[in-house]
């Protein structure tokens, strides 16, 4: 490994762990060449695992040996070691997960792609909260839905802290982003999906009675935090579904949900 003993905070290299926002690692959503950090060395296994390139390495001294066959294909990579104290006035926070690595973002590839062979997709529309983006990607993986996909204005999904709850799924989980709702649509209903929107509706199916004839390919669309679905997303989708809810409850949590309607919609494991 190219490993490299931190002397200087200020030094130019250090700046990917200290001086840039997630916001900056990414300087504009998804481009080439933007960055996101992958915190944990299981984390950094599915980064590499999925074929995204690191930029550099950041660790105490102890975790050296757990990192180094990671880095096997990449020998040229810095690695920074520092003293816990170091570290943590480096970072602003105690490094306990083991390491941290700058990492180069994939392009995102086209829709099609992503959604090719699938039978359950899930799209998020307008989600902001990074936790909840992450817990719906962990489901997606833990339940067996094949690809997510992201609306415009949806909360990055290789953003630090959704990357630390999926426990890396957003990873391994092939996503996108779409395009606005009404090319979005349409490409979906050409590539054979029914869309099904999870809200609250007059006109709403309930989940169960959905998933009795559940159609074919199935993608799964799911609301912000706030106000639910938007009236577009209402209006283009195929179906309304609702989970009936006790004792006064109207809803739950979006990434809740998402686990309770994947578990329902799930294909069934051939043999």
């Known amino acids: ?32 060449g933007g960055l996101y950090i992958a915190e944990s060395t299981k984390v950094i296994t599915r980064a590499l695992s999925a074929g995204h390139r690191p930029r550099s390495v950041l660790l105490q001294e102890q975790w050296l040996p757990d990192v180094e066959p990671l880095l096997a294909d990449h020998p040229d990579v810095p690695v920074y070691v520092g003293e816990a104290a170091v570290l943590e006035s480096l970072t602003g926070y105690n490094l306990h997960r083991g390491a941290l690595a700058a990492m180069h973002r994939p392009p995102l590839p086209p829709v099609e792609d992503v959604v090719a062979g699938a039978r359950r997709i899930v799209i998020l529309e307008d989600i902001v909260d990074h936790t909840n983006v992450g817990a719906i990607f962990r489901a997606v993986a833990g339940i067996g839905a094949d690809a997510v996909l992201i609306t415009p204005r949806c909360a990055d999904p290789l953003y630090r802290r959704s990357v630390r709850v999926s426990m890396g799924t957003v990873l391994q989980v092939p996503w996108t982003r779409l395009p606005e709702w009404p090319i979005a649509a349409p490409l979906l209903h050409d590539l054979g999906f029914t869309l099904a929107a999870l809200a609250l509706a007059e006109n709403a199916v309930t989940l169960d009675d959905f998933a009795t004839n559940a159609p074919e390919r199935i993608a799964l669309v799911l609301g912000t935090e706030g106000d639910g679905l938007s009236r577009t997303a209402l209006e283009v989708a195929d179906t309304t579904v609702v989970i009936p809810m006790l004792h006064g409850v109207d809803s739950l949590n979006v990434a809740a949900a998402s686990a309770v309607a994947l578990y329902t919609l799930r294909v069934p494991a051939a043999g």
């Open 1 to 32: 490994m190219h490993v490299c003993r931190i002397t200087d905070l200020d030094a130019p290299d250090l700046a990917d762990y200290s001086r840039l926002t997630d916001v900056a690692l990414r300087r504009v959503r998804e481009p080439e």
